[in-house]
């Protein structure tokens, strides 16, 4: 069937078969199928949604469009993904504590997806780091650190990589069933044992509210079932910037600071204790998910994660003593602002979105898919909502390439940041799907 035809019949709403999505998805491999047809097909998903043996089948082609590793006896291989947020570098820091704990690391990341930043990015910073080496590699790296960030290779799910980065322009992200297949393909490709999503709920994250963070969350645990991978999700929240960052160089030196004890912002530091725990029970290195957070603990207390981060960035190519200057090899903006509150009060909310797509405008994002992301700007020394503040308090600093587009980001955290009398403070983890 022509590419079209296929296209025409999920956009007048029919069911797609297996065999429908399985030539599409051949030919968004092969390249016969092009970007505008891609963008279409999304598009007409994300309109008329999918019925649960749709999404399977997606999955299912997505994952064998490439390589699908096998580990064999060696594990627990284990691995997290995000929905994505802002300000989420929990990667950063989940995988070498996994690793420290004794689970296997080969963690597949993406980069930015529309206003929310991508873990791929975010190691990209780090001058010399080999973020999509191939296979063999990866597995070498695995088995003698622990763990491994990188992108998709061109082996490992090839058709998400082009349907992955028409998403992001095309304002086709936020999809159930294109978010399943992307993630899912990814993962079972890379051959895993065990599986934690972190589904983000709020203002900055792709799904708002409760009921589609967790219609979200039992789908991809539901698919990933029958698919064989042993899933768990835990809802956590999005409702402000996750940690003190965005950006991509200086969510990195907020990850380096974590990980040596620097600094561990209170919100970050237990969602991520959260999903390192939820791995290892799904790992069978920990038996309850209270005993494997508290392994976490151990882990960043004693080194051995900072050791194991070191390691990964040198066994990739990077600097071999980037854990102790980091910013000695990390890009930085020309000019830094302080944004500063204008009343005092308690600071009330964040529209973490509008924050994400300040970090898009400021060129630590994409607006289209060949655009080149300048890793030293961004945004850092965020406060948590519920923070007092006086008149005149830096509540942000913004890192810019001129002193215009500093002022246009500060109007739009003006916008973005509320300040009030008082504050609702939210849980950070909503709810857990096992």
Avoid at 1 to 6: D, R
Avoid at 137 to 152: E, H, M, S, Y
Avoid at 213 to 223: C, F
Avoid at 244 to 250: E, K, P, Q, V
């Amino acid at each position: 069937m022509l590419p079209q035809e296929i296209i025409r019949k999920k956009r007048d709403g029919f069911t797609l078969t297996e065999a429908d999505i399985a030539e599409f998805i051949q030919g968004v491999t092969a390249g016969s199928v092009t970007e505008a047809q891609i963008s279409a097909f999304t598009m007409a998903v994300f309109f008329r949604g999918m019925e649960f043996p749709e999404r399977v089948a997606l999955t299912r082609a997505m994952t064998h469009s490439g390589t699908v590793l096998d580990w064999g006896d060696f594990g627990p291989v284990l691995d997290k993904h995000s929905t994505g947020g802002v300000g989420d570098k929990v990667s950063l820091m989940l995988a070498p504590m996994v690793a420290a704990c004794g689970g296997y690391v080969p963690m597949i990341s993406g980069r930015g997806l529309g206003h929310t930043g991508g873990t791929l990015d975010k190691m990209g910073a780090i001058p010399g780091y080999n973020a999509t080496p191939g296979l063999d590699t990866l597995r070498d790296v695995v088995k003698q650190v622990g763990c491994a960030i990188i992108g998709q290779t061109k082996d490992l799910a090839p058709a998400d990589q082009r349907i992955y980065a028409v998403r992001d322009v095309t304002a086709t992200v936020e999809s159930i069933p294109l978010i399943c297949a992307s993630i899912l393909s990814k993962k079972i490709a890379a051959g895993l044992q065990g599986l934690v999503m972190d589904v983000k709920l709020g203002t900055g994250a792709f799904m708002e509210n409760l009921k589609d963070a967790t219609d979200l969350a039992e789908t991809i645990v539901k698919i990933a079932k029958g698919a064989g991978l042993p899933t768990a999700a835990i809802l956590t929240d999005m409702n402000e910037v996750l940690g003190l960052t965005a950006g991509n160089a200086i969510e990195v030196i907020e990850s380096v600071d974590y990980l040596t004890g620097k600094h561990r912002e209170h919100r970050l530091h237990e969602i991520t204790k959260a999903l390192v725990g939820q791995m290892l029970v799904l790992g069978g290195l920990a038996k309850t998910a209270e005993e494997g957070a508290a392994k976490a603990q151990d882990s960043l207390d004693s080194g051995k994660a900072a050791a194991k981060f070191e390691e990964m960035v040198a066994a990739l190519g990077g600097p071999s003593d980037f854990l102790k200057n980091p910013e000695r090899y990390l890009a930085k903006a020309p000019v830094t602002v302080a944004f500063k509150a204008d009343r005092s009060g308690v600071i009330a909310a964040e529209k973490a979105r509008a924050i994400g797509l300040i970090v898009v405008d400021l060129g630590g994002g994409r607006r289209k898919t060949t655009d080149i992301v300048d890793m030293g700007v961004g945004l850092s020394g965020f406060l948590p909502i519920g923070t007092k503040v006086q008149a005149g308090d830096t509540l942000a600093l913004i890192h810019a390439n001129s002193e215009a587009e500093a002022a246009k980001a500060a109007a739009g955290l003006a916008e973005a940041i509320t300040i009030a009398d008082t504050a609702e403070l939210r849980p950070l983890v909503h709810a857990r799907v096992l």
